[in-house]
C-alpha cells in the first residue's frame, strides 16, 4: 500500500511511554502473579516492549485474537478465539491484564474483560497503547496507557494496521486515505 502517513508519534516517544507504563504496572503488581494477555494482532509489539519494561513480578504471557475492524471501520461484531493453553490456564490467583493497541469503541473490551471474568481471574485490568475515549460506546476504562488521543482520526504504526498494513513501521502516525 501507497498511502501517506502523517508521523504523530516517534520511536523514541513511544519507547519512553512504554516505559513508564511497564515501571507504573511493576509497582502496583509486585508480588502478584499476572497473566498478559495480547489482543491480536495490533498489540504484538506494545506487548513485546512492554514485558521488557516490567520488573519483580511474575508474569505470563499469552495472545487472544478479537477482530472488530474491516478496513478502517469498527463493524461491532467482536469475534474473539484463542488456544487451549488459554482455554485450560487456571486462572485462580492470577490477576489478568489485556494488553490492546487500541481502546476505541470499548466493545472489544467488554467482551474481553467479560471472558477473564467468567474464566475466575482475580483481577482483569487493560493496558492500551493508546486510548480513543472519545468514541467509546461504554463505561470501559483504560488502567494503563500511554497515549489518549482525542482526533477523530484513524493511525497506522507500532503493529497498527489498515488492511494489515504498516504495522511494521517504528512510528505511529495518520493514515491519509
Ligand atoms: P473497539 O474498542 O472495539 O472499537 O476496537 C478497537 C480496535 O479497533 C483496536 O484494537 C484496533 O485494532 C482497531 N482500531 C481502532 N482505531 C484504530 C486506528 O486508528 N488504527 C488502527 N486500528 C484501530
Ligand atoms: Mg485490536
Same mark, same amino acid.
Given at each position: ?5 502523517? @508521523?504523530?508519534?516517534? +520511536? ?13 504496572? #511493576?509497582?502496583? =503488581? ?15 509489539? $506494545? ?15 499469552? $495472545?487472544?485474537?478479537? /477482530?472488530? =475492524?474491516?478496513?478502517? /471501520? ?6 474473539? #478465539?484463542c488456544d487451549d493453553d488459554l482455554k485450560n490456564? %487456571?486462572? /485462580? ?16 473490551? +467488554?467482551?474481553?474483560?467479560?471472558? $477473564? %471474568?467468567?474464566?475466575?481471574?482475580? #483481577? ?8 480513543? @475515549? ?6 470501559? /476504562?483504560?488502567?494503563?496507557?500511554? =497515549?489518549?488521543?482525542?482526533? %477523530? ?11 494489515? #498494513?504498516?504495522?511494521?513501521? @517504528? $512510528? ?6
Open positions: 500500500m501507497n498511502n501517506t502517513i502523517i @508521523p504523530i508519534y516517534t +520511536a523514541e516517544d513511544i519507547a519512553e511511554k512504554v516505559k513508564k507504563v511497564g515501571k507504573k504496572i #511493576s509497582e502496583d =503488581y509486585y508480588g502478584k502473579k499476572i497473566l498478559l494477555v495480547g489482543v491480536l494482532k495490533g498489540a504484538f509489539l $506494545f506487548l513485546a516492549d512492554l514485558i521488557r519494561n516490567i520488573e519483580n513480578v511474575d508474569f505470563e504471557v499469552s $495472545f487472544i485474537r478479537a /477482530k472488530s =475492524y474491516n478496513g478502517n /471501520k469498527s463493524t461491532g461484531n467482536v469475534e474473539i #478465539s490456564f %487456571d486462572f /485462580k490467583d492470577h490477576h489478568v491484564i489485556i494488553v490492546e493497541d487500541i481502546l476505541d469503541t470499548g466493545l472489544t473490551i +467488554a467482551v474481553l474483560k467479560d471472558y $477473564f %471474568d467468567s474464566k475466575g481471574a482475580e #483481577s482483569v485490568k487493560v493496558a492500551a497503547f493508546m486510548d480513543k @475515549p472519545s468514541n467509546r460506546v461504554n463505561d470501559i /476504562k483504560a488502567d494503563y496507557f500511554c =497515549y489518549e488521543f482525542n482526533d %477523530d482520526k484513524f493511525v497506522v504504526g507500532y503493529g497498527l494496521d489498515y488492511n494489515e #498494513s504498516y504495522r511494521q513501521l @517504528p $512510528f505511529v502516525g495518520e493514515l491519509v486515505l
